[in-house]
């Protein structure tokens, strides 16, 4: 199985940041990765599919980059509502696989 | 609007059989290209992905479980289900039934599952 892993697994940053997450797969995924967004007593919300594409309805500050094994989520510019736990997913072989998290805290 | 709901008991005992379906309304089950996908969570913990059905009703599981998981479609009622046998304490969980194509769109609430005798 293709194993994803995020880092940090938790950070703290202030309103108005701009943080970055990575996660990297242990083989070549092409760009079939999904990011999420999950805060507590929720299901997760999708932000980004296929590497880059941003999810109808979701705010520009979230972006998605890379391919191959190496991927990374940026928030440009911190919300109060984006304090919450990200995790990516891998769509290219089976069984498919999420990473670990990434909880972002409020600083 | 696409919606998934979770449905089934809340306790199973060990060793018993873990059932949920997912009722999905909004939009046709059978219709375009998705799948239909169950994730668990652990309390406290990460993202588990169980498996998941085509509209054609292939599947794909995860290997982990793949011996004690069975997920099924019902188009007449626009539903899909999932059953895990031989359950234990590990299989203690917040069940999601979802859809998914490129990435998961749309989600479930979320149904909690104890395993306890």
């Known amino acids: 199985a293709i194993q994803l892993t995020q880092s940090p697994s938790s950070l703290s940053a202030s309103v108005g940041d701009r943080v970055t997450i990575t996660c990297r797969a242990s083989q070549g995924i092409s760009s079939a990765l999904a990011w999420y967004q999950q805060k507590p007593g929720k299901a997760p919300k999708l932000l980004i599919y296929d590497a880059s594409s941003l999810e109808s309805g979701v705010p520009s500050r979230f972006s998605g980059s890379g391919s191959g094994t190496d991927f990374t989520l940026t928030i440009s510019s911190l919300q109060p509502e984006d304090f919450a736990t990200y995790y990516c997913?891998?769509?290219?072989?089976?069984?498919?696989?999420f990473g670990g998290g990434t909880k972002v805290e409020i600083k | 609007q696409v919606q998934l709901q979770e449905s089934g008991p809340g306790l199973v005992k060990p060793s018993q059989t873990l059932s949920l379906t997912c009722t999905v309304s909004g939009g046709s089950i059978s219709s375009g290209s998705y799948y239909w996908s169950w994730i668990r969570q652990p309390a406290g913990k990460g993202l588990e992905w169980i498996g998941r059905?085509?509209?054609?009703?292939?599947?794909n599981y995860n290997p982990s479980l793949k011996s004690r998981v069975t997920i099924s479609v019902d188009t007449s009622k626009n539903q899909f289900s999932l059953k895990l046998s031989s359950v234990t304490a590990a299989d203690t969980a917040v069940y999601y039934c979802?859809?998914?194509?490129?990435?998961?769109?749309?989600w479930g609430q979320g149904t909690l599952v104890t395993v306890s005798s």
């Open positions: 997913q891998q769509f290219n072989n089976y069984p498919l696989t």
């Open positions: 059905i085509y509209t054609s009703g292939s599947t």
């Open positions: 979802a859809r998914d194509l490129l990435g998961i769109d749309y």
